[in-house]
């Protein structure tokens, strides 16, 4: 368990809060196995209805801590956190809300490609910056991207690594809505408060019908989980890694 993760349930909603301030709540293999754990046990609880991932004030999350990934780069043994995590992620049975504020890098982006309903403030920008960094898209992004954002938005989140607005996500149809930061805890969680509300047996089939079979997307994952291992190792991706632990703050 880390205590990086917070759990919380307020009646049939189950909360999932990243809470690591210090590192813009960038995830570790823990916080990934806590999230997934929460994931298939709500999943399997009738007590919940929803599940909301959550970040901290100004920071939902700045992607996989980068120093995991070069220590995979450097020869290091990766776990199968992630991957528990986006199968937990991809195949939830519960409707999934999102509220986030400020950072949102790489799986900060991409978590919300799998959520019902997100819910972001002005000062968000949406970031996935896998090329630069010599990677690929993750968690479905290849697949789901394009299908929301079309063919060149797709490109210009993904390969180009252009920041989304709030408001160019929810003009692209990424995201539900903006709200002020003030509001958006109140807004998401109300939001989920109706969710639950809904008769759940007729709300788990509609959903699963407007999001038809998951197995394409859960073998998405997989593939690009194989060319995401594969390029961890690629001298781009170890200069761009090793560029981000070594730089200087100015
Ligand atoms: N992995 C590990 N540590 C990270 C991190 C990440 N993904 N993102 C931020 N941190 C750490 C920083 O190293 C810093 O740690 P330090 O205080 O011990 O030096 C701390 O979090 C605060 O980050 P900082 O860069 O000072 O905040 P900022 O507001 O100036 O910038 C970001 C925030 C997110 C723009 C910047 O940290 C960043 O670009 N992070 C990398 C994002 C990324 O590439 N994620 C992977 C996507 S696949």
Not at 30 to 48: C, E, I, K, W
Not at 49 to 69: E, Q, T
Not at 117 to 140: H, M, N, S
């Amino acid at each position: 368990m880390t205590h990086h993760i917070q759990i919380e349930r307020r009646g049939a909603v189950q909360i999932i809060r990243m809470n690591r301030p210090e590192k813009k709540n960038a995830l570790t293999r823990a916080m990934y196995a806590a999230m997934a754990d929460a994931l298939t046990g709500g999943d399997a609880d009738p007590a919940v209805r929803v599940h909301v991932f959550l970040g901290v004030p100004g920071a939902f999350s700045a992607g996989n801590d980068l120093a995991d990934f070069l220590a995979i780069a450097t020869g290091g043994e990766g776990g199968s956190e992630v991957w528990d995590f986006l199968l937990a992620l991809a195949g939830s049975q519960k409707p999934i809300v999102s509220g986030v504020d400020g950072i949102a890098v790489g799986i900060g982006t991409t978590i919300n490609l799998h959520c019902d309903i997100t819910f972001a403030t002005p000062r968000t920008v949406f970031r996935t910056p896998f090329v630069d960094l010599g990677l690929v898209p993750e968690a479905g992004s290849s697949l789901l991207a394009p299908r929301l954002l079309g063919r060149q938005g797709a490109f210009a989140l993904l390969g180009l690594g252009e920041g989304f607005s709030a408001e160019r996500a929810r003009d692209a149809g990424l995201i539900y809505d903006v709200v002020e930061e003030g509001r958006l805890e109140d807004a998401t969680l109300a939001a989920a408060g109706d969710i639950a509300a809904k008769p759940p047996e007729a709300l788990r089939i509609a959903r699963d019908l407007m999001l038809g079979s998951r197995e394409e997307l859960k073998e998405r994952i997989r593939i690009e989980s194989q060319h995401f291992r594969e390029r961890l190792t690629s001298d781009e991706a170890r200069a761009a890694l090793m560029a981000f632990m070594s730089r200087k703050k100015g």
